[in-house]
Antibody, heavy 120, light 111 residues
Framework: QVQLQESGPGLVKPSQTLSLTCTVS??????????WSWIRQPAGKGLEWLGR???????NYNPSLKSRVTMSVDTSKNQFSLKLSSVTAADTAVYYC????????????WGQGTMVTVSS | QSVLTQPPSVSGAPGQRVTISCTGS?????????VHWYQQLPGTAPKLLIY???NRPSGVPDRFSGSKSGTSASLAITGLQAEDEADYYC???????????FGGGTKLTVL
């Protein structure tokens, strides 16, 4: 069965760029049935969708973060990635990658999440 | 401030029925975009509970059901069990934001 796993630094300095990768196993990221999304959750707070990427490389970002977010996909490695620039303490959160069903626009498989702290 | 509004908390005794509401607007739920529900147990990633307003993924007990009407949706849980204690989130698509939106989450306490 398909599994997703986030990876990347757990600590990022303010004003720097947060970089995370999601590795998809048990299935191909190139399946046309899915988008691939990033979602985050600050401690004790709700979920925030950051954006999604399709296997072709087309993207759709949350307007509130659009100027700082970049997503990419590497089909040869079955991975997709997130970059968030100019981070502040407000970007401290658990970051999840998720499979995003195109026909329902729902997130049916999630990674376990990775905690990222922004601090000097 | 979340685009979709949920009550912060609900509670019920074992065996009882509870409902969680999710209120949106004409640019999301009211625009006929589907509503989905997620269950987040403490310390874990969210899990898809209901998709397409009222459909259960394989493995989700039929104690969980979803409905949608107008600009709102609801999640109902019957025969409450201690293991249902979790945070529940609704999610839809918003055309004015051109993206996915979540409710603020509802904490279910089983008394």
């Amino acid at each position: 069965q398909v599994q997703l796993q986030e990876s990347g630094p757990g600590l990022v300095k303010p004003s720097q760029t947060l970089s995370l990768t999601c590795t998809v196993s048990g299935g191909s990221i190139s399946s046309g049935s899915y988008y691939w999304s990033w979602i985050r959750q600050p401690a004790g707070k709700g979920l925030e969708w950051l954006g999604r990427i399709y296997t072709s490389g087309s993207t759709n970002y949350n307007p509130s973060l659009k100027s700082r977010v970049t997503m990419s996909v590497d089909t040869s490695k079955n991975q997709f990635s997130l970059k968030l620039s100019s981070v502040t303490a407000a970007d401290t959160a658990v970051y999840y990658c998720a499979r995003d069903r195109r026909n329902f626009l729902a997130f049916d498989i999630w990674g376990q999440g990775t905690m990222v702290t922004v601090s000097s | 401030q979340s685009v979709l509004t949920q009550p912060p908390s609900v509670s019920g005794a074992p065996g009882q029925r509870v409902t969680i509401s999710c209120t949106g607007s004409s640019s999301n739920i009211g625009a006929d975009y589907d509503v989905h529900w997620y269950q987040q147990l403490p310390g874990t990633a969210p899990k898809l509970l209901i998709y397409g307003n009222s459909n259960r993924p394989s493995g989700v007990p039929d104690r969980f059901s979803g409905s949608k009407s107008g600009t709102s949706a609801s999640l109902a849980i019957t025969g409450l069990q201690a293991e249902d204690e979790a945070d529940y989130y609704c999610q839809s698509y918003d055309s004015s934001l051109s993206g996915r939106v979540f409710g603020g989450g509802t904490k279910l306490t089983v008394l």
